[in-house]
């Protein structure tokens, strides 16, 4: 069964630092890995995704994330944050063809600090 | 353009009464899904959808019933709420395609069950 975990509860940065929410995965197919962004009593929105091909996916907001399929990986990054960045980040996988299922992580609560 | 959009936002019910928790896409996804989320648990799959009249079981289904009539709707039954069930659920949609597309989210329903 596919699966994803989120190691880290909460990850504090300073602004302007760079960060990185981490994510691995499991999956028995080739993996479709997706990042998404929830702010406070909202609904979670779309950050980036990686079907295939290049192993840096670059999304919305200046974040990008590396796929590392060794050590199935797919960590979520940005060169500066931002106050505003400051968020609940879930990391998901949908296994290849054949599933629709798309499972969640538990999710990583991102502070930056000013 | 109001994409995702589910009612009710909040409600409160006693130990086994029922409800149906409602959502509608205006975005002619015919992929459908329920999520509920709870505090270190992340998001997990109740229900899901590939189109109208085709259902199927996520992580946590057990107590949640749920049907496809058409695209636009897809709403989550509770026929005997339980305390366990209070969460707040999440209704999310996107398109049904060869490759895995994102996930739109509505905003939202929190479900008190006492």
């Known amino acids: 069964a596919q699966s994803v975990a989120q190691p880290e509860d909460q990850v504090n940065v300073a602004e302007g630092n760079p960060l990185t929410v981490k994510c691995t995965y499991s999956?028995?197919?080739?993996?479709?890995l997706f990042w998404y962004v929830q702010y406070p009593n909202r609904g979670l929105q779309f950050l980036l995704k990686?079907?295939?091909?290049?192993?840096l996916v670059k999304g919305s907001y200046g974040f990008e994330a590396e796929f590392n399929k060794s050590q199935t990986s797919f960590h979520l990054k940005k060169p500066s944050a931002l106050v505003s960045d400051s968020a609940l980040y879930f990391c998901?996988?949908?296994?290849?063809?054949?599933?629709?299922?798309?499972?969640f992580g538990t999710g990583t609560r991102l502070k930056v600090l000013a | 353009n109001a994409g995702v959009t589910q009612t009710p936002k909040f409600q409160v019910l006693k130990t086994g009464q029922s409800m149906t928790l409602q959502c509608a896409q205006d975005m002619n996804h015919e992929y459908m899904s329920w999520y509920r989320q709870d505090p270190g648990m992340g998001l997990r799959l109740i229900h899901y959808?590939?189109?109208?009249?085709?259902?199927d079981q996520g992580e946590v289904p057990n107590g949640y019933n749920v049907s496809r009539s058409t695209t636009e709707d897809f709403p989550l039954r509770l026929l005997s709420a339980a305390p366990s069930q209070t969460s707040v659920y999440f209704c999310?949609?996107?398109?049904?395609?060869?490759?895995?597309?994102?996930?739109?989210f509505g905003e939202g329903s929190r479900l008190t069950v006492l």
């Open positions: 999956v028995s197919g080739n993996p479709y």
């Open positions: 959808s590939v189109g109208a009249g085709i259902t």
């Open positions: 990686y079907i295939t091909g290049d192993n």
């Open positions: 998901a996988v949908r296994e290849g063809s054949g599933t629709y299922k798309y499972i």
């Open positions: 999310a949609s996107s398109i049904r395609d060869s490759l895995p597309r994102e996930l739109f």
